[in-house]
């Protein structure tokens, strides 16, 4: 990769890339961005985080590094995010979307994760999910239901807590499930990741949409 490519000076455009491959990539996504263009808002003022799924977290995280993004100790356990099979950690640059990525466990931990397959099917250059940041959770989806958006289970997370989140069903792209949009909504300050269903929350991103 060149200089340019990694200069810091580049982080709005290297971000702005991703975004925009994802709407191309989710019909979801699209319907959404559809209209906050059209009052002239546009998806990134309201993206919550960015989530990469890779076979190695510290080399997908050199691309963001070089922009000029930090690690989030704070977050899981000094920095580490632990699930059953996959982990992950957390990239930070204020003004920007935080970075999600993850990966399955080496070894027999990590068989059971879908991280491996996806990553086969489709690499780490492209974005499995960005999540939405919005007000009323509920109210989100009813609309876009109305839109003929399908969800996958029900939202993890109760009312008035900390973190509430939702995927919708997969998009599917040679007969995998491909990308998902995620519907977060925040409460008492909390910019944290780990809300008590989150194994069940991975699961669902798996749900394909009717075809």
Do not use: C
Request: glycine share 8%; aromatic share 10%.
């Amino acid at each position: 990769m060149s200089d340019n490519y990694h200069s810091v000076d580049n982080v709005e455009e290297i971000i702005a890339k991703y975004v925009e491959q994802f709407i191309q990539n989710n019909s979801a996504a699209q319907i959404i961005s559809e209209h906050l263009y059209s009052l002239g808002i546009g998806l990134r003022p309201i993206v919550d985080h960015l989530t990469f799924r890779t076979h190695d977290v510290y080399k997908r995280s050199e691309e963001f590094i070089a922009l000029g993004f930090e690690w989030d100790n704070e977050v899981g356990e000094k920095g580490l995010i632990s699930f059953d099979d996959w982990w992950a950690r957390v990239l930070r640059k204020p003004g920007f979307p935080a970075l999600f990525i993850d990966q399955a466990y080496d070894g027999e931990r990590g068989k059971p994760s879908v991280i491996p397959g996806w990553v086969d099917a489709f690499s780490d250059n492209v974005i499995h999910h960005i999540a939405v940041l919005v007000d009323d959770i509920d109210g989100s989806i009813e609309h876009l239901k109305k839109k003929g958006v399908e969800f996958a289970g029900d939202i993890v997370g109760e009312p008035r807590s900390n973190l509430r989140q939702i995927f919708t069903k997969a998009d599917v792209k040679d007969g995998k499930a491909f990308t998902v949009l995620e519907l977060t909504e925040r409460h008492h300050g909390y910019s944290g990741f780990l809300p008590p269903q989150a194994e069940g929350l991975m699961k669902a991103s798996t749900q394909t949409k009717k075809k």
